[in-house]
């Protein structure tokens, strides 16, 4: 019988800008079903490495696939309704829009030119709009962002902000999320609710891919990867991680 291929393999990936090389050879995989953590200190490619994955970056070494499929040609909106979604380290948010409408993008997984053209054009559309409205709504409930659903994003605390990405980017219920730095910003309530509802969506069924520098968080990772310049140098739970002496001199300083 043959084995499933795992949702997402990185096989030897490598990137570098101009001199500086920022990935060396990155080999692991997400399988389905899995909470994959990654940490390594400030400038040790996290963020590089998911804008790889999500297409904002083509990598220069190595390939990645996901269900088994080349990702390489993929653009980002192509990634994204294959049910590959991320959010960014500094939230990315329509600001001008309100949180009730930057959530239905979620649902639409559309760029917004295409989405603000499509809506209201014809009855069928129209009758879509009011599921995906109803959509969003339940999840500004769920993310506790209804009170301020009519408010425009810019408005928004970066705290609010923060919840705000992940819940547009959960909407569309992804099979696979990039979480880049989801606790930033956000208050030790915020962060509480945050390791709830990372943990209810794997529940769920989504696979998640968790970058952060919060030891606590990360805890809710079954295997945790460590960066360090460019170079995978220990995977496995986060409490052998933590034991691990390389990890504590470069990157716990321990
Ligand atoms: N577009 C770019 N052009 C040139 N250098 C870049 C670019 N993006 C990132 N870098 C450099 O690549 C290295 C890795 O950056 P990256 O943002 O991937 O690190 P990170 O692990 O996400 O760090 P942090 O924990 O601070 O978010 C850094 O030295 C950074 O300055
Ligand atoms: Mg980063």
Redo the contacts with the bound molecule.
């Keep these: 019988m043959r084995a499933e291929p795992p949702l997402l393999r990185l096989e030897a990936v490598g990137h570098h800008?101009?001199g500086?090389t920022?990935l060396r050879s990155v080999s692991f995989d997400v399988p389905a079903g899995a909470i994959v953590g990654l940490i390594?200190?400030?400038?040790?490619?996290?963020?590089?490495?998911f804008n790889i994955v999500s297409g904002y970056i083509r990598p220069l070494a190595g390939s990645i696939t996901y269900r088994g499929t080349p990702l390489e040609r993929e653009t980002i909106q192509q990634r994204s309704q294959a049910g590959l979604v991320r959010t960014f380290?500094t939230p990315q948010v329509f600001e001008q829009m309100t949180v009730l409408e930057n959530v239905m993008v979620g649902c639409c997984k559309l760029t917004r030119t295409r989405m603000l053209q499509d809506l209201f054009r014809t009855p069928a559309a129209r009758g879509q709009m009011k599921a995906i409205r109803d959509q969003a709504e339940a999840a500004c409930e769920r993310f506790r962002l209804a009170s301020l659903r009519h408010q425009p994003a810019g408005s928004l605390t970066a705290g609010q902000r923060r919840i705000l990405e992940i819940a547009r980017a959960v909407v569309g219920r992804p099979s696979l999320l990039l979480l880049?730095?989801p606790s930033a910003g956000l208050n030790m309530q915020e962060i509480e609710s945050l390791r709830d509802w990372i943990v209810r969506l794997n529940a769920d069924g989504m696979t998640i891919l968790l970058?952060s520098?919060d030891m606590g968080l990360m805890t809710v990772a079954h295997t945790v990867h460590t960066?360090y310049f460019g170079e995978i140098i220990a995977s496995g739970s986060m409490s052998a991680i933590q034991r691990d002496p390389r990890v504590r001199e470069v990157y716990l300083g321990v």
């Design positions: 800008f101009g500086l920022v390594g200190p400030n400038g040790s490619g996290k963020t590089t490495l380290q880049d730095e970058v520098h960066l």
